[in-house]
Structure formats: structure tokens, C-alpha cells
């Protein structure tokens, strides 16, 4: 398994390991800093705590933390919004949340909203990012979700070993660095998933670059995010990812791709809904004409 079981102790190992001694008002005492960050007797120091207590932690000894301990050592590492809420999701192992359902269902109602939405990409997703239903548009921007198992039907697994998927993106670093966080995130929530630790294993075993990745603890929620791919028929298109929360069913998110009006991606992005509404073979005739936006990328 890739989780080794103290996912606390290693969070606040990397965390203490970005912080700049300087910056948090810790002088140069002269001695040598045999690791990057803070060493424990000053985390110690900032959060008002014993260099034992820091240790114990550290090393999987102690798991059971207040929140004034918890608060306090997030202030100390300087934590962002989306690391404070993961250190106490990791640190109160007791809460943990039951398994998801393997195949849950999609409402009739829901897939019927995405039927009828003509001029957007969209999706309904499980929160590990599994995709349970899409509508034509998704399958011509992104990919044909139909022709894949229902095992490999999951966004951060295709970002990382489908080379069709990984080759749109423009800055592929940076998004994959993203699903990263991400799924740091949902691992911390629903620890006892099967699903998302069989995930986390498989992209830890095939991926060097999610293994490094994986390691450096970086977390993140569901936010507002701004995508730009390199498409092969519509040409570049950034798009924003607008995420909505469906209220029968918690654990599902509805995903739609949408473009700023009046622009090149806008232009783009019509050009192809139209084609993929059109039920036609997907390789273009050659009498096609794009637009000039939606030029090939070569």
C-alpha cells in the first residue's frame, strides 16, 4: 500500500521542511542545518509545545491531538486553508469516514440534465474524481469514456497514464500536480476506501512523477479552477471548470466546461459541440473547415 500508516508525522515533516526559519523570526544561531525548514525544537518553540510532543507525533506515536495543539501548529507551519483542514482531517484518525458505495448510481433526473445540456461539456463525478455519466460534449473534449472500463473511468488515473488525455493539456505539470493535491485531500477524508487507495497504489507504482508528488504532501479542496488544452480539432481552449455539489446525492459533483463569451476558446468550443452533436464518424471529412481558432494543433 502506498499509505505507510502515519500520514500525520510525514504531513508535518514536509510541512516543517518548507518553512523559512528566517521568515518566522528564528536567528541564525550558526549551527548547521543538516535538513531544510525548521528544525523540531523551533516548530516546538512557535507552537508552544514540548520537543517530545513534536517527536511522538512526528514519529506515529501520538495521533489523538486537541485543536489548541492542532491550531497552533498550523499557525506555526504557516498552513493554508486547504493544509489546515487536512491536518485535522489526518490528525482525528477516530472520525474516520465509512466506505463509498463501489457503483453508485446516478440519478435518472441528473442524467437527463446533462442530455439536455447542448452547449457545455459536462460530467457527474464521484469526489475521487470517478466519472459516473457524461454527455457527448465531455466525450469530444476530453475523451470517449464509453469505449473504457468502468475501472479506468477516473480523471487523475487518465491525467496520468492515458497519453491522449495527458498530451491535451498545455501545462500537464501543473494540472497533474493539481489531481495530486487533490486526491491527498479526498485520501485524508474517506481513508478506507478501497477504491481511491487501489488508485493511489497503481499511479504510485506506474508513475514516478506522482511518486514525488504523492510524497511532498501538498493538499488542496474544491476550488475554481481554469483549464487550457491543446486540442486536436478545436485548438486551444481555456475553459473554466465550474463544479456544483448535487444535493440528493453528497459525494457527486456536476463538472461543466464553460468558455468566456466572444472568445477564441468560446469560438473553438461551439465549433466542437456542433461536430460532436453531429453523430458523424469522428474523423473530420477533408472538405471540413474550422474556424480559425480551432485550427489542429500540430
Known amino acids: 500500500m502506498a499509505n505507510d500508516g502515519n500520514e500525520l508525522g510525514d504531513f508535518l515533516r514536509t510541512r516543517r521542511a518548507a518553512v523559512d ?3 518566522v523570526g528564528m536567528p541564525d544561531d550558526g549551527r548547521l542545518r543538516r535538513v531544510p525548514g525548521l528544525r523540531r525544537e523551533e516548530l516546538a518553540q512557535l507552537a508552544h509545545i514540548s520537543v517530545d510532543y513534536i517527536v511522538r507525533l512526528e514519529q506515529g506515536r501520538t495521533r489523538r491531538v486537541s485543536r489548541e495543539v492542532l491550531d497552533a501548529l498550523a499557525d506555526a507551519l504557516e498552513l493554508a486553508p486547504d493544509e489546515r483542514v487536512y491536518l485535522f482531517t489526518v490528525a482525528d484518525v477516530a472520525l474516520a469516514a465509512p466506505s463509498r458505495p ?3 448510481e446516478v440519478a435518472p433526473q441528473l442524467r437527463q440534465l446533462l442530455d439536455t445540456m447542448h452547449d457545455v461539456p459536462a460530467m457527474v463525478l464521484r469526489r475521487g474524481m470517478e466519472v459516473l455519466a457524461w454527455n457527448k460534449g465531455a466525450a469530444a473534449l476530453l475523451t ?5 472500463p468502468p475501472a479506468e473511468r477516473n480523471l487523475i488515473r487518465l491525467t496520468f497514464l492515458d497519453p491522449d ?12 500536480r493539481e489531481c495530486v493535491a487533490f486526491l491527498r485531500n479526498e485520501a485524508a477524508r474517506t481513508p478506507h476506501d478501497p477504491a481511491l487507495r487501489a488508485l493511489i497504489d497503481e499511479l504510485t507504482t506506474r508513475d514516478p512523477d506522482f511518486r514525488t508528488w504523492w510524497a511532498s ?3 488542496r479542496g474544491a476550488r475554481q479552477l481554469t483549464k487550457t488544452y491543446n486540442h ?9 471548470v465550474q463544479q456544483f455539489t448535487v444535493d440528493t446525492h453528497p459525494d457527486q459533483l456536476l463538472v461543466a466546461y464553460t468558455a468566456e463569451p466572444d472568445s477564441p476558446a468560446s469560438e473553438g468550443l461551439r465549433f466542437l459541440l456542433n461536430w460532436s452533436a453531429s453523430a458523424v464518424s469522428a474523423v473530420l471529412p477533408a472538405s471540413t473547415v474550422l474556424p480559425a481558432s480551432a485550427a489542429p494543433v500540430r
Open 21 to 23: 526559519p528566517l521568515r
Open 102 to 104: 463501489a457503483r453508485p
Open 144 to 148: 470517449d469514456f464509453g469505449a473504457l
Open 165 to 176: 488525455l495527458r498530451a491535451l493539456y498545455a501545462d500537464w505539470p501543473r494540472a497533474a
Open 217 to 219: 504532501h501538498q493538499v
Open 232 to 240: 486536436p480539432l478545436a485548438g486551444r481552449l481555456t475553459l473554466d
